[in-house]
């Protein structure tokens, strides 16, 4: 088992910048790959970004392209989502989720609790 904790989340204006994070604990000498998704609401959730244990593999979705940058320090077992240019339509409930490996990283085995994010035009 292992356990996710998100923080980071909060308000900011459009264009402003929020760093999440993501703390592993449990079974993190296991190496899993990381996710970070988000669900706003009345919509589905949709995956934002992965990336895989050693962190040199990873993938982003087309919104977030270029605005968002996901990063890993496995020494303090810490997944980080670093969030630039923030628009309205990224408001949400970020989550963060482990998978055994990048190529399952969308599917999400163990989930954390989730973070806000609000961005105001």
């Known amino acids: 088992q292992v356990q996710l904790v998100e923080s980071g989340g909060g308000s900011v204006q459009a264009g402003g910048s929020l760093r999440l994070s993501c703390l592993a604990s449990?079974?993190?000498?296991?190496?899993?790959?990381t996710g970070w998704f988000r669900q706003a609401p009345g919509k589905e959730r949709e995956f934002v970004s992965g990336?895989?244990?050693?962190?040199?593999?990873?993938v982003y979705a087309d919104s977030v392209k270029g605005r968002f940058t996901i990063s890993r320090d496995n020494a303090t077992n810490t997944v980080y989502l670093q969030m630039n240019n923030l628009k309205p339509e990224d408001t949400a409930v970020y989550y963060c989720?482990?998978?055994?490996?990048?190529?399952?990283?969308?599917?999400?085995?163990?989930w954390g609790q989730g973070t806000q994010v609000t961005v105001s035009s």
């Open positions: 449990g079974r993190t000498s296991s190496s899993y790959a």
């Open positions: 989720a482990a998978s055994p490996t990048i190529a399952t990283v969308r599917r999400g085995d163990y």
């Open positions: 990336i895989s244990w050693r962190g040199r593999s990873t």
